[in-house]
């Protein structure tokens, strides 16, 4: 991911070097003073690019939104027809609210998880270092792949039943990912699981920026542990805090391949978020420009909730 | 799909000046690296306090604009890219000679394509024809094909369906006009009263492949084991009681794959439906009758609730997958399934030693039963094709009587032509051939229906009749729901 972002980084640094030299620049140049280096307008081949890649193919998409497009052939412009169509479509609501169930518990319960994680790696454990990267293993292996092994595990003959009878409790077998009331927990579990090792790491990275000498004056003080979290690590790590849940909102929001390998949306839609909607709807079903409609509709929430995120989590000017 | 996803992408495709998120996950990430890499435990205040004041930096320092355009950016674009277009990666084999084509199918397992197989036979019999293959993946197939046809890239003959249902379908592919129209030998090997459905306004877009009968395929020697097979609807049911403490079943059922549920659904509608009113469909079409008003698409998905609560299904047949039926149906746990005929063939073939044949699903009474058997591929020539020429020659060619019945032997499937002289006593289809003879067959319904929602809604409505989710009167009221969309 360092690999991809810096070059842009670098690009989008290079107009303010640019245009801090102007003058200087020109004149010294002849005298080789080489590394007086880079113009705004260099960036223009990656701006381009950027401009044409995603903002136009974006607009483009958005622009469907308002037709009644079906991926091939001719269209017509409908207006706000396939919104209204969303909002009154039951499937879209309850994929609306199992969004929202699965973006909120998955950051909730992964954050509780990563910190508790991270807490306890964060220094006296001799493996921490082998556990940190078994804990962060989930974010790194590809996510369809461990939701087929988590498929086969909820599997009506996977192991977990295969356990269950085991232990016993034969009566509690049930086919996970299909049953209406424990699909979307399963699911939920998954994510979990799956976002826990990134919320760690982030909240690792923040407790490593909390001085020691501040927790043992805290110590000698005779503040307990808990005190010594809430009033001296948790406020140190409020930006580690901002950027986990922030960064999980989003992820789970438009979180799509672990729903669609796992269930489908199934059953009966019991599972459907608003990305499985988007894609069945756009692709599946030949209705792009529904499918394009809820993609903007996805997309206002998600900033609507980054945007509310990101305000009560800001870090106040005096810390 | 992994563009959309992988989070990596998603993050590169982003600028990263504008998004304060990123910017601190990027300072983040040199940290994270830190600590997954090296053993540097607390030596290095230093560099830790350095990273936590860039951390501070990003927080504070930024102006608010920036921080609002960032962060509607970002899921702006990362929402909008599922909607993107899909790249595309077909060849069109323009240059050469006329006797040189490319061709498009889709694949969906290890065995060999017969498409494949019967175009090799072309280039074996014709040693200057030179064929470049496009397989695609079946569950991609569709929606590579619109995108390939688009950009004017697609193969020049491509495989597709009948009718307006699916991805791949030739009515919405020739009204947009992608497709060539074809001449009278692809005239002649249309199905009795398909007509509609490859083409309009007389003009024929497709040319059929073979005949796919779809009912149930049953392993004969499990169901010999088990008493035979049920001749009718009620020592059906019994005989799913008298199998479910063995723990067998009846039926194979991919609950958790809509196909397979639809496909039981218009199954069971076959004998409730169609058997009585085979232009049930066009009917519906002029809205001169509803699913919701119709009795039997109402008992049919009342079937589902009187199989289910026979235990007609494989234990969890509602999370099961395709892998349940050709697992169930294999080792003989399961006797019989819902699925396209052929797979007779790729089932015997899998092995296991038992023999596979076609079924008719049976009927309240047996004067009501009635297959459905249709055409459900076809070939057909790109608009854009600069090799019309040589593409027709190989239509010609695998339209002669010979090659119709080399093909369905191939796929084990019935040929398009000559049916009334096919020899069905001594095939798998020996239990239908009665029915195919007397005419007790017509289409699978949803190849007439004007869209795919309409499948859709049976198919995962079924599912969640299965789960309790659902009421037979829903998933009608769904269905018509999705008809006039």
Request: proline share 5%; net charge neutral; charged share 15%.
């Amino acid at each position: 991911m360092t690999a991809t972002m810096q070059p842009e980084s670098e690009a989008a640094e290079a107009p303010r070097r640019g245009g801090r030299t102007p003058v200087a620049g020109q004149k010294t140049r002849p005298r080789g003073r080489g590394l007086e280096f880079g113009h705004w307008w260099w960036a223009l081949p990656g701006i381009a690019l950027v401009f044409a890649i995603h903002y136009v193919a974006t607009g483009i998409g958005g622009f469907f939104a308002f037709t009644n497009w079906t991926g091939i052939g001719a269209f017509k412009i409908t207006g706000w027809a396939n919104f209204e169509a969303i909002f009154k479509d039951p499937t879209k609501l309850g994929a609306l609210s199992n969004t929202l169930f699965l973006a909120f518990g998955s950051v909730l319960l992964g954050n509780i998880a990563g910190l508790l994680i991270a807490l306890g790696l964060n220094r006296v454990l001799k493996t921490r270092y082998i556990l940190r990267t078994l804990f962060f293993m989930p974010v790194v292996l590809s996510p369809l792949a461990t939701a087929y092994i988590w498929k086969y595990i909820f599997d009506f003959d996977g192991p977990l039943n295969a356990f269950l009878t085991a232990i016993g409790a034969g009566d509690q077998t049930k086919p996970w990912l299909a049953d209406p009331q424990w699909a979307i927990w399963t699911v939920l579990v998954v994510l979990v699981w799956s976002s826990t090792g990134f919320a760690m790491v982030i909240f690792m990275a923040g407790l490593a920026g909390v001085p020691a000498e501040v927790e043992e004056a805290a110590a000698i003080d005779g503040a307990n542990l808990w005190q010594r979290f809430r009033n001296v690590t948790l406020p140190a790590i409020r930006p580690a805090v901002a950027i986990a849940t922030t960064l999980g909102i989003v992820q789970g929001l438009r979180v799509f391949d672990p729903i669609m390998a796992l269930t489908a949306g199934g059953p009966a839609g019991a599972t459907e978020t608003l990305a499985t909607q988007v894609y069945k709807q756009a692709f599946a079903l030949g209705n792009f420009g529904g499918g394009a409609a809820l993609a903007l509709v996805l997309a206002a929430i998600i900033l609507i909730f980054a945007v509310i995120q990101q305000r009560l989590t800001r870090s106040n000017p005096e810390d | 799909m992994g563009r959309i996803t992988s989070s990596d992408a998603w993050l590169s495709q982003t600028p990263v000046k504008l998004m304060s998120g990123i910017g601190k996950t990027y300072v983040l990430f040199l940290h994270i690296s830190c600590i997954l890499v090296s053993d540097r435990g607390h030596g290095s205040r230093i560099f830790s306090t350095m990273k936590s004041e860039r951390l501070d930096m990003t927080q504070h320092r930024r102006s608010t604009g920036l921080k609002v355009i960032g962060v509607l950016a970002v899921p702006t674009i990362a929402a909008l890219a599922l909607t993107g277009c899909s790249s595309s990666a077909g060849s069109t084999s323009s240059s050469g000679g006329s006797k040189e084509f490319s061709l498009s199918f889709a694949t969906s397992n290890t065995i060999e394509s017969p498409f494949k197989v019967l175009a090799e036979n072309y280039m074996k019999s014709h040693s200057d024809v030179k064929i470049t293959f496009n397989p695609q993946p079946n569950d991609s197939y569709d929606q590579t094909l619109r995108t390939q046809l688009q950009a004017g890239n697609a193969s020049d003959v491509v495989v597709t369906s009948p009718g307006s249902g699916t991805g791949r379908s030739i009515l919405p592919l020739a009204e947009a006009g992608f497709l060539e129209p074809l001449d009278n030998a692809a005239k002649e090997l249309l199905p009795e009263g398909s007509a509609s459905t490859f083409g309009s306004d007389g003009k024929v877009y497709g040319q059929a492949t073979e005949i796919t009968v779809a009912a149930l395929v049953a392993n004969e020697t499990a169901a010999q084991a088990a008493g035979g097979f049920p001749a009718d609807f009620s020592s059906l049911q019994q005989q799913c009681k008298d199998l479910e403490p063995s723990g067998k079943s009846l039926f194979a059922l991919a609950g958790a794959a809509p196909p397979n549920t639809g496909l039981m659904a218009m199954s069971l509608a076959a004998s409730r439906v169609y058997a009585e009113d085979p232009k049930w469909n066009d009917k519906r079409a002029a809205t001169e009758t509803t699913f919701a008003a119709s009795d039997g698409w109402k008992s049919a998905l009342e079937a589902v609730n009187t199989l289910k609560d026979a235990g007609c299904f494989q234990k969890g047949a509602a999370g099961g997958g395709f892998d349940a039926i050709t697992k169930g149906l294999a080792s003989g746990t399961s006797l019989s399934g819902f699925i396209p005929a052929p797979s007779w063939k790729q089932l015997e073939s899998a092995g296991g030693g038992s023999k596979f044949a076609v079924r008719p699903l049976p009927a309240e009474s047996s004067s009501k039963s009635y297959v459905f058997a249709s055409a459900n591929y076809a070939f057909s020539i790109n608009a854009a094709s600069k090799n019309k020429d040589a593409a027709k020659a190989f239509l010609d060619w695998a339209a002669e009587p010979e090659q119709t019945k080399a093909f369905a032997e191939i796929d084990g499937a019935l040929p398009v032509t000559g049916l009334d002289k096919y020899d069905f006593e001594g095939s798998a289809y020996k239990n239908v051939g009665d029915l195919i003879k007397d005419g007790k067959y017509g289409p699978l319904p949803n190849i007439q229906w004007p869209n795919s929602a309409v499948y859709d809604a049976l198919a995962t409505g079924v599912q969640g009749i299965i789960t309790g989710q659902k009421s037979p009167d829903q998933v009608l009221q769904a269905m018509d729901a999705a008809w006039g969309q």
